[in-house]
């Protein structure tokens, strides 16, 4: 157009449609590198949410791995993560329908190589030296809660399993010596999660094969531990929590060794098995990310001297999936703020970036990007909260003059999470529609210390809701959104803020909860081993303390919720069941009050089918369209509102 229209806030016509943000890119993660081949995942929505290994070789050719009807996903502590490992072209995985462990070897068929048990795998790695794979087992097969031990399978067809490792409740990152002679690993116990008290373990391997006295070098309460990884000299490099922020660390010769200490974060919460945020390049160097007030970065490290050089790249996240590095190349999957991610390879030499693989192929024009400015805003106790603000912007269209926009606060997920200001077509649907978006990182988010993080201790509910309210009202007062058309969304512990917000609050006019907990009583009670114990720091110990749980439930005080809401749920949902949702819809069409409930077949905590994300993004923006009372410039799908 020549000209923009103008049109009110909201109802702007835009070319990023829901199923564009659905089927037009794919997840990438968790990358291997096995000779000159690159290795890694691939999420598709268009595929049902299936994840498929893809390999490029050498002379850039590219191709899946996986055959049609496997799907490359573990289910260990749920969230899983970290579901195949490649060595020497053999690729071992994880299948997600059964849960067992198949070797794929080059052109051939994958064949299972444990047996049919209710039990799980991950984050796991070959032995070349005893001809077996060692790796995480959560075994099923009890009455009671999951066993967790780390365990190693023979791979001489025998498909012989030991357990090496057990007693306690956690482990992840079992890594062996480049001469086998050693065997790192982190464990933890309730009710810690694994960003609270990780502790980093070391022991040598004996003859047969079974680790010997174990030493602790790292971890431990106020001091989690995170990826240990072998250099080529036999020294282990890791992250903790020392100084009150993740840091890098070398233990060599039984002494350990401060790389570079700062006030920065090179390390992540362990939601899932493999993240990662540093490669050993060389035993002399380093290539590592980390985030600086909010800010990721990536950098060389000279194991040496201590010298941090960062890199200039044109990225703005590098994800949870880590960089990988060997020979002078680092292959990483990076963002920017107007470009989606990608998986590229950077030759450290030159400087030359090469992108093996777009997460998007589709371009959008950059006058329907908005670009997210950093707001730093006053909260409770003195203190400063941070997010992204993400103006309303698209080339067409302009809003009548003196116009506030409606704003939509996200809270994010976890609640030991974090938002970054990575390039995310859900949140372009909104912002080229008229609808500025605000992303939250309340207190408890990670990338700003321990002691930000350490803020959502014991106040679960409280902080988080506090500074997604305050971020709203801040916006308000600048000018920047309507104080009359403030909406808060979020999934899962996000889905819980919001439904705090709207019933202990009165600052937003409308939510959407996406699998949001709605009764922490019933969430201690009823999830996985994982996060059992994990309302214990955040909320008190249970059932203690059920006084606080139910006076922080929304759904024990839906009196107080007066304003409308859209649930959407998957209906095999192991983390927040169904339940949950579906008791605060009841309440809500028994009050009167607006309400719509969308369940879906076949998701679980998270939603990975294309039509899932389509119905939902859709049966959203329909939802606040009619309690906002904006007109759709794009026809979409009706929902059943009881109570409109």
């Known amino acids: 157009m020549t000209h923009p229209q103008i049109a009110p806030y909201g109802s702007w016509r835009s070319p990023i449609t829901a199923a564009l943000v659905a089927t037009s890119g794919v997840s990438l993660s968790t990358i291997a590198l096995d000779g000159d081949n690159i290795y890694w995942l691939e999420g598709r929505p268009a595929e049902g949410g299936r994840v498929v290994v893809v390999r490029r070789t050498a002379d850039g050719a590219i191709a899946d791995v996986t055959p049609q009807g496997f799907n490359v996903r573990t289910r260990v502590h749920e969230y899983g993560g970290a579901p195949y490992t490649v060595d020497q072209g053999m690729v071992y995985f994880s ?3 059964d849960q067992r462990l198949y070797c794929q070897r080059p052109g051939a068929a994958p064949e299972p190589i444990t047996p049919e048990t209710p039990w799980r795998y991950a984050d796991f790695e070959v032995d070349r030296r005893r001809n077996r794979l060692i790796g995480v087992r959560e ?27 057990s007693g306690a409740d956690f482990y992840a990152n079992p890594r062996l010596s480049p001469d086998g002679q050693w065997l790192a690993w982190l464990s933890w116990n ?4 694994p960003w609270d008290a990780a502790e980093l373990w070391v022991a040598p391997v004996r003859e047969d094969g079974m680790p010997g006295a174990a030493e602790r070098i790292a971890g431990g ?9 072998w250099g080529p000299d036999g020294a282990l490099f890791f992250v903790a929590e020392r100084t009150g922020w993740w840091n890098l660390y070398r233990w060599h010769n039984g002494v350990v060794h401060a790389l570079c200490p700062m006030e920065a ?8 098995f493999g993240a990662r945020t540093y490669a050993v390049e060389s035993e002399d160097r380093l290539v590592c990310t980390y985030i600086e007030r909010g800010e990721h970065k990536m950098a060389l490290l000279d194991v040496r001297s201590g010298n941090l050089t960062p890199l200039e790249l044109p990225f703005s996240d590098f994800g949870f999936t880590g960089p990988r590095a060997t020979g002078g190349r680092v292959v990483f999957v990076g963002a ?3 470009a989606p991610a990608a998986l590229v390879m950077l030759d450290l030499a030159s400087g030359a970036l090469t992108t093996v693989r777009r997460s998007m192929e589709m371009q959008i024009d950059p006058g329907f990007i908005s670009t997210p400015q950093v707001i730093e805003f006053p909260t409770e106790g003195g203190v400063t909260a941070f997010g992204f603000y993400y103006p309303p912007r698209n080339r067409d269209f302009l809003a009548p003059e003196g116009e506030k926009p409606p704003l939509l606060v996200l809270s994010h997920g976890g609640p030991t999470g974090a938002t970054s200001a990575s390039f995310d077509p ?7 529609r008229g609808i500025a978006v605000m992303d939250v990182n309340y207190g408890g988010s990670t990338g700003f210390g321990r002691a930000y993080r350490q803020r959502l201790d014991g106040r679960w509910g409280i902080v988080d809701v506090d500074d997604c309210c305050n971020a709203a009202m801040y916006l308000a007062a600048q000018g920047l959104a309507d104080p009359e058309r403030l909406i ?22 409308v939510g959407a909860s996406f699998y949001g907990v709605s009764d922490l009583e019933a969430l201690a009670r009823d999830t996985h081993k994982f996060e059992s114990r994990y309302l214990d720091r955040l909320v008190g110990p249970y059932p203690e303390r059920v006084d606080i749980y139910h006076a922080r439930s929304p759904i024990y005080h839906i009196e107080r919720l007066n304003c409308p809401v859209i649930f959407l749920q998957g209906l095999e949902d192991k983390v927040v069941p169904p339940d949950q949702s579906e008791r605060m819809a009841a309440a809500l069409r028994a009050k009167g009050i607006p309400v719509a409930y969308l369940a879906f077949e076949g998701e679980q905590h998270g939603f990975r089918k294309a039509e899932t994300i389509i119905r939902a993004l859709e049966a959203e923006l329909y939802f606040y369209a009619r309690i906002l009372g904006f007109e759709l410039a794009d026809p979409v799908a009706p929902i059943v509102i009881d109570n409109l």
């Open 336 to 338: 920017s703020p107007a």
């Open 190 to 193: 309730h009710p810690n999660m």
């Open 139 to 165: 075994d099923h097969s009890g009455s009671g809660e999951a066993v967790n031990t780390i365990v190693a399978i023979s791979l001489d067809g025998a498909a012989e399993q030991r357990v090496l490792i």
């Open 265 to 272: 974060e090179f390390g992540l919460p362990l939601w899932v």
């Open 221 to 229: 309460p106020d001091d989690a531990a995170f990826q240990p990884a």
């Open 426 to 432: 859900g949140i372009q649907f909104w912002t080229s």
């Open 95 to 97: 299948n997600f329908a």
């Open 488 to 509: 808060i969304a979020g999934g899962s512990a996000g889905g819980y803020t919001t439904l705090a917000a709207l019933t202990f609050r009165h600052v937003f006019k």
